[in-house]
C-alpha cells in the first residue's frame, strides 16, 4: 500500500467538504479517514518497497492504473562533462511499472523495459541516459507505445527514444531513438528562423533533426497523439504530431514557448482547452512551475501565472512537474504529478502529487497540502471553487 493508511474514504463533493476533509487529515494525521496520499514522504507499493517511478506517467486501461517511470538504483555521481551545472546521474536500470485500480495500492509488475548491459552502443547502456518514460495506448494497432528521452551521460545527444509492447506491462521491446523532424522547417517558422547563426540551434539542427530533451506525449480525443520536447538547446519547446501508429514524428510540428527555456512538460485538456505546466530549467534544482492555455495544440500558448500558492509556491514546493494524470469518471479532477528530487542520493528522490483546483479565475490552482484525498464527486468540487 502507497504511504497509505486502509481503505479509500468517501469525500464528499464540494470544495468545502473537501478542503474539511483536508483540514481533518492535517489536523489529525491519522488512519481515520482512510486512504491518503502523504505528499513528498517514502511512498511504498503492496509488497511494502518504496516505489521506485521517477519522472514518470500514468496511462489508464481498462480499469487500471499503470505507472511507468525512471527505475533509479545504485550509487549517484557527478561526471565531469557535468560538473559545471551539477548534472548528477544513476547509471540505467530500466522503466519500471506499477499498477493500481484506486491509485493509493500499487502494485510493482516489475521493469517493462530494460537496461542493455551488454551492448555499449546501445542507447540503453548503463552510462547513458533514460528519462521521462511516458506510454499510451495506441486503439487502431492496439499496442503500447512508450516515449522517453534518450541522452549521452553529458546530455549532448539529446534523442527521442520508442519503445513498443502488445501489453501494458510488457516487456517493452526497444525500437530506437532519433532526433524528430529532420528536414522540416515548423508550421510556425519565420524567415528569419531560417538563417543559420551562431544562435540558432533549429536551422542548426535543420537537417538532422531536432534535439529533444525533457518530453511527454499527448493523446487527443480524436486518437490523434502528440509529443512535447524541449529543443534548441532547452530555450524552446517543440510540439509536433505523431504518425498514426504513434511510433514517429510526423513533420507537422510547431515552436512553442520560444526562448523561455522550459522543460519537464505535462500536457492535459479540460472543457475543450488544452493546458501546460513545467518548469524552467535549473538542472535538479527546483523553480516556479509554468502554466499555459491554448485553444489549439499548436498554439498560440497563452502563459498564465504560477499555478502554485501559498509558502514554496517560488519553487513548485520543491518539486518538478512530471504528469497531470485525468481521474477516470471524473472529467474535470486532475492530479499533479511531481518529482521532489534528491540531486546527490537521485533513488532517494520523492514524489508530490497535488489536486489542481480550478480557481476563481478560471484557471487551475496548486496549493500545497500535508495529506490529501480523491473526492469522488469533482464535478462539485470544480463548480463550488468556481463560483
Ligand atoms: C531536469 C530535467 O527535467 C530532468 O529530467 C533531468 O534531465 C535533470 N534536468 C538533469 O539535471
Known amino acids: 500500500m502507497m504511504s497509505f493508511r486502509a481503505k479509500p474514504a468517501r469525500c464528499a463533493g464540494s470544495l468545502l467538504i473537501f478542503t474539511f476533509a483536508l483540514a481533518l487529515c492535517c489536523a489529525f494525521g491519522s488512519s481515520a479517514a482512510g486512504a491518503e496520499f502523504l505528499p513528498g514522504e517514502i511512498w511504498n507499493d503492496t509488497a511494502g518497497q518504496p516505489i521506485n517511478a521517477h519522472g514518470g506517467g500514468i496511462l489508464y486501461y481498462k480499469g487500471v492504473y499503470y505507472w511507468y517511470g525512471e527505475s533509479k538504483s545504485g550509487s549517484t555521481f557527478l561526471p565531469e562533462s557535468n560538473k559545471s551545472w551539477g548534472g548528477t546521474r544513476v547509471d540505467i536500470t530500466g522503466v519500471s511499472c506499477y499498477s493500481s485500480t484506486n491509485l493509493y495500492d500499487w502494485k510493482n509488475e516489475g521493469l517493462v523495459l530494460r ?79 531560417k538563417i543559420p547563426g551562431p544562435t540558432n540551434s533549429l536551422a542548426r539542427d535543420f537537417k538532422t533533426g531536432q534535439m529533444a530533451r525533457d518530453l ?25 504530431l505523431l504518425t498514426a501508429d504513434y511510433l514517429h514524428t510526423t513533420g507537422k510540428y510547431d515552436r512553442i514557448f520560444i526562448n523561455r527555456s522550459m522543460e519537464a512538460p505535462a500536457v492535459f485538456k479540460c472543457d475543450g ?115
Open 115 to 193: 537496461a542493455e548491459t551488454n551492448s555499449p552502443l546501445s542507447d540503453l547502456y548503463p552510462s547513458k541516459v533514460l528519462e521521462r518514460p511516458k506510454v499510451i495506448y495506441n486503439r487502431s494497432t492496439k499496442e503500447f507505445v512508450m516515449w522517453m528521452h534518450i541522452d549521452t551521460p553529458d546530455y549532448a545527444a539529446a534523442r527521442t527514444g520508442v519503445a513498443l509492447s502488445e501489453k501494458p506491462t510488457g516487456p517493452f521491446r526497444y525500437l530506437g531513438s532519433f532526433r524528430p523532424n529532420a528536414g522540416v522547417w515548423p508550421e510556425n517558422v519565420t524567415d528569419a528562423d
Open 216 to 240: 511527454t506525449v499527448f493523446e487527443d480525443d480524436d486518437g490523434q497523439a502528440y509529443l512535447f520536447y524541449a529543443s534548441e538547446d532547452n530555450f524552446t519547446m517543440h510540439v509536433s
Open 273 to 387: 482547452k488544452y493546458y501546460f505546466i513545467g518548469s524552467g530549467c535549473t538542472g535538479w534544482e527546483p523553480n516556479a512551475a509554468r502554466l499555459a492555455v491554448a485553444d489549439s495544440i499548436f498554439g498560440p500558448w497563452r502563459e498564465l501565472p504560477n499555478p502554485c500558492v501559498g509558502e514554496h509556491a517560488d519553487t513548485t514546493f520543491g518539486t518538478q512537474s512530471a504528469f497531470v494524470l485525468p481521474i477516470q469518471g471524473r472529467e474535470d479532477f486532475f492530479v499533479f504529478l511531481a518529482d521532489r528530487w534528491n540531486q546527490w542520493k537521485l533513488p532517494e528522490s520523492r514524489y508530490v502529487w497535488l489536486p489542481l483546483e480550478f480557481s476563481s479565475t478560471g484557471h487551475f490552482t496548486l496549493r500545497w497540502h500535508n495529506s490529501w484525498q480523491l473526492p469522488t464527486d469533482a464535478k462539485n468540487l470544480r463548480a463550488a471553487a468556481a463560483n
